[in-house]
């Protein structure tokens, strides 16, 4: 009797967020005439429709999106409310909601100026939210996947990952203060190896929760491009 009403919150996750994507982005990458997609396809062929999704709910500041749907499945609306807190357990429309939201750190400025942005995320049992992200801790997984894409109202950004590390939930990873010597640490201690050095350019990080011990998380990080 326990199990039910969770069980069907996770699978209503599930529905809302597929319908969000159908509703809210338009994806005309794929080429009716069985032509090669564009190099720049992520940039110029894909199109969120911002104000849409502002009149739902005007925290909306951007929406993350991988390759590879049917193995990512992440493909999300990104939410800022100034806390922590409050997209913890609360949808998009406002309603209580097991999987949350994919919402940005508060003491960030909502239009991904910052040199250090973090995004929080649950790691759901369903494979929902950034339950995938726990794949980065293989190489080749990594190499199949080195990059993610960031939309926002005013500009598109390819992230390049170029580390992951596994921490704990007070871990310096979560200071908007970085320094260079911390940022290789993570490179020097990250599961997967890219091509790149210490980024010259802003930071995205993406965090969820591991259960390698208590309180544990896992962290990607990447550059915006």
Known sequence: MHIL??????????????????EYVNDESEPDD??????????????????????ENPDVIGWIRFDNQDELGINYPILYSGDNEKYLRT?????????????LEGLNKSDFSDYYNIIYGHNMKTG????????????????AHPYFYLYTPNQ???VNLFAGCIVAHDADVYSLTLSESYIQECINNSPFR???????????????????????RYVVMGELV
């Open 34 to 55: 069985g032509k090669q997609k564009k190099k720049d396809w992520w940039a110029t062929d894909v199109k969120v429709e911002f104000d849409k999704l502002k009149a």
């Open 91 to 103: 949808d998009l429309h406002g309603n209580s909601h097991i999987a949350g939201c994919i919402f």
């Open 5 to 22: 009403p969770p069980y069907i919150d996770r699978w209503k996750s599930a529905r809302d967020y597929d319908k969000l994507a159908e």
């Open 156 to 158: 598109t950004y390819k």
């Open 194 to 216: 890219s091509s790149y050095g210490v980024p010259t350019g802003n930071i995205l990080t993406l965090s969820t929760c591991d259960y390698d011990f208590d309180n544990a």
């Open 128 to 143: 929902l939210m950034f339950a995938s992200l726990m794949n980065y801790k293989s190489q080749s997984y990594y190499e």
